[in-house]
Each structure stands twice: as C-alpha cells, then as structure tokens.
C-alpha cells in the first residue's frame, strides 16, 4: 500500500479540503482520511489533488497540424483539406510513434483516461490492413506506453457527405474511413472490442456525423453499442451548415435523426453540438445524455460558441475535450466554457468552478465507460494529479480559493504529479517514462518529411 498526503485535495464538494491521506492498495483507492497530520511514510503532494481529468474527445494525429494550419484564412472546410493531407501519410508504425508522443502530452497536462474518435481505419486506398483492426491496436498500445487509459470509440464512417439529395460518395481519402456499410463495421468493431480491451483499454462506438452515417446505419450503430453498455459518441450540429444538410435530407435537426434512430440516451456524448436549436436542447436534456465541448477547437475553427448554460438547465451532462490538439490543455478547456458562456450571454458566474471540474473529471471519464474514474473515494481507481498552487500564475491565492485558482488560472504546465491506476506517470512536471518534446518532434517531422 502507498501513502499520499495531500495539502489540499478536491472530495467533490464546493471547495478543497485540506490534510486529505489518500491510500492506494494496488490499483484503486483504498481510503481517503482528510484532517490527517502528514507521517514521513506519505509522499507529499503540494497544491492541489484532483481526480484524473478526462479527455473525452481527441483525433491524436491532427496534433500535426498544430502551427500549420494557423497560416491564412478560411473555415473548417478549408482545414479539413489539410487534415486529410495528413491523414493519408499515416500508418501503423509512424501513427504509433505519434500518438505515443500525443498521449504523453496529455499525461503532462493531468489527462487520465482518453477518448480517442477513431476512424483511420484502413489503408489509403480503403484496403483492409491484415489485422483489420491495426491502427486501434496502435493507439491502444500508444496509450499504454504513456501510461493512460483509453476508450477506442470505434468510428462508422460511410458516406462523403449529406445534401438535398441524400448523402453522396466517399473521396479519395475518405475511403480509408470506411468498412462500407453498417454491418461490416460492426463485425470489425467487435473484434476490436474482443481484442483490444484489457484495465486500461476500452472500446466505444461512434457515429462521425450525419453526414458520413444513413439512419439505417445510425440505428445499427446505437444497437451495437446498447448491446454492449458501451459508451456511443457521435459529433453533433458543429457547423450550421450540418443542420441545413439534414433538414434539407430529412426534415430534422441531427439531433432528431439521432433520436429518431435510438442513439440518444445516458451513454451517448454529442461532441460540439455548437448550434442546437431548443428542441434540441430538450432532446438532449431529457435524454440525459453528455455533450462534449472542445472550446479551443471550437474558435480555431470558427465553429461558434455551444449552449452550454441552456443543456445544463436541461439536464445534459458536460464534458471536455481536446479535438483537433490545437493545445493540449484540459484547464483551459475547462475555463472556457464560462467564459465563453460570458462572451454569448454577457452575465458572469453561470458555471462555477465545482461544475466545471464536475464536467472535466467525473461526466468525461463517464462518457468514456470509466464509471470507477473521476472522483477521490474508497474503491475508486488510483487516478489522480496534483495542480501547483506556487507557479507565478497561480500563487497568491488562499486555500478558500484553490478550485477557482486551478479553474480560471492554472495551465497544464502547472500540473506536477500525476497518478493512474496507482502508478506514477508524471513526477515533477516530466513524464517518468520518456522525453515526450524530443519524441513529439521525431514522430511530426517523420510524418510531415521534414528534416
């Protein structure tokens, strides 16, 4: 058993709690004591102790992109084309050194468990790979070697696209996403589930959108999942265009088309659903269902700001995520969303910082399939990290204050002791296992042919 002590420690309650002795019994939490004096046998953990934040939305390799795709102007469209450029330079080998280096970027930044929105498939020309199911066996054994946990949401992607007419062909790129139709999907995807899943790896499915999945296949998708208790994730209303598409090919928002078709429910995530109508919203709500926001992608992109205030009055979850890896930082996600809501509703205060955490630690390990995750309890999975409360951004403030210092100031380079599954991932702000700067720069300049 190993003894952590920690100066102050968030048990889910409005503010910190301070002294708090975490014993960790193998991989789970064996007793959490606050009002305890630290003994010499304690690891001392100075700052803040949280549950393992949760990445609940990530594409690993358009961490890529970062830089790149800054140059000039556009809209989501035009950086799509560059997505797919990179897309079609991966494979198993090099996909595995990047999402290696991704992932323990994450751990840096306090990230526990990873959703991974996985639909890379197959090869460039859309031909299976001899393991049909090789790259989610690299990004699970990226995850591994990093040192966190990760639900592989299995991705059905049929379609080009979605206009009046009904959805159109795959393109060139494109084809690598598919398994061509709903059935042959389900039949990889649960070979990767009986493959892949191990303490650490879990399986999900995903719908990619409305655009790229026919109800028929939506309905498929959803009963796969309901067969399994497996979380389903689909992206929702990120663009406005999205939602003219459906309405123009079936009379209904996406939302709708997803309800009509039985993907909404407890253990669906809408990812973005930036640009929901009210009805929506109540859908959604009463569903009970997560929706995921990915804030810095979300104005990279110019997609908009998502209503966060209104799904939780309507009783939907939120999570977080990093999307398009344009940083890699869970705090500033977190932060986001109130002050985003600030910037659409020009009222302060409509999430507080409880609720957000709430949304980056237990509602995103949830919608990941990782309900033992996310809370510092007895019985709980060891997964926990330690925020500095002494760096020049967040010193300053009081113990009263440690959740709204971590929230609205803190960064994930504040980040300095990360445990999961009772391991040590990160001492000191550096990963224990590997140089992941020196490994990040290797795995892009291998991708992207440069020197």
């Not at 859908?283 to 990915?294: E, F, H, K, Y």
């Amino acid at each position: 058993m190993t003894s952590y002590w920690c100066e102050l420690a968030w048990l889910g309650g409005d503010s910190a709690v301070a002294d708090v002795q975490v014993e960790v019994d193998g991989d789970r939490i064996r007793a959490v004591t606050p009002a305890t004096p630290h003994s010499a046998g304690a690891t001392r953990l100075s700052g803040l102790t949280l549950p393992g934040l949760a990445n609940a939305h990530s594409h690993a390799f358009h961490r890529a992109l970062r830089g790149r795709t800054q140059v000039g102007g556009g809209s989501f469209w035009t950086w799509r084309t560059q997505m797919y450029a990179a897309a079609q330079r991966l494979q198993p080998e090099n996909y595995l050194r990047l999402a290696r280096a991704v992932y323990g970027e994450m751990a840096l930044a306090g990230i526990t468990s990873v959703g991974e929105f996985h639909y890379l498939h197959h090869d460039v020309a859309g031909t299976p790979y001899a393991e049909p199911n090789a790259m989610g066996a690299v990004l699970a054994q990226a995850a591994a070697q990093a040192g966190i946990r990760i639900t592989v949401l299995d991705t059905c992607y049929l379609h080009g696209g979605l206009d009046a007419g009904g959805h159109t062909a795959l393109n060139d790129v494109q084809r690598r996403f598919s398994d061509g139709d709903a059935a042959s999907w389900a039949t990889r995807a649960s070979a990767a589930a009986a493959s892949l899943e191990s303490s650490i790896c879990r399986v999900g499915a995903a719908i990619h959108s409305v655009r790229a999945v026919d109800p028929a296949a939506i309905a498929t998708v959803a009963s796969w999942a309901d067969e399994r208790n497996a979380p389903l994730h689909a992206h929702v209303s990120e663009q406005q265009v999205e939602n003219d598409q459906s309405l123009a090919a079936y009379g209904v928002t996406p939302a709708a088309l997803l309800a009509d078709n039985g993907a909404l429910h407890a253990s669906f995530t809408a990812v973005h659903a930036t640009h929901l109508t009210a009805a929506d919203i109540g859908l959604l709500g009463s569903a009970a269902s997560t929706v995921c926001l990915c804030p810095t992608t979300e104005r990279d992109l110019a997609d908009g700001i998502g209503p966060a205030g209104a799904l939780c009055k309507g009783g939907a979850r939120l999570a977080l995520g990093s999307d398009s890896q344009a940083v890699i930082d869970l705090l500033e996600e977190t932060r986001a969303v109130e002050l985003n809501e600030r910037l659409a509703s020009h009222v302060r205060g409509t999430h507080d910082a409880p609720s957000l955490l709430r949304a980056a630690c237990a509602n995103g390990q949830r919608s990941l399939g990782w309900h033992e995750v996310g809370e510092l309890r007895a019985g709980a999975l060891a997964d926990f990290i330690t925020v500095r409360l002494d760096s020049v951004r967040t010193t300053g403030g009081s113990a009263g204050s440690a959740l709204e210092t971590a929230v609205f100031a803190a960064t994930a380079d504040d980040v300095s002791h990360v445990v999961v599954g009772g391991e040590v991932v990160v001492l000191d702000g550096r990963h224990v296992r590997y140089d992941v700067a020196t490994e990040m720069q290797a795995a892009i300049s291998e991708l992207m042919d440069e020197e």
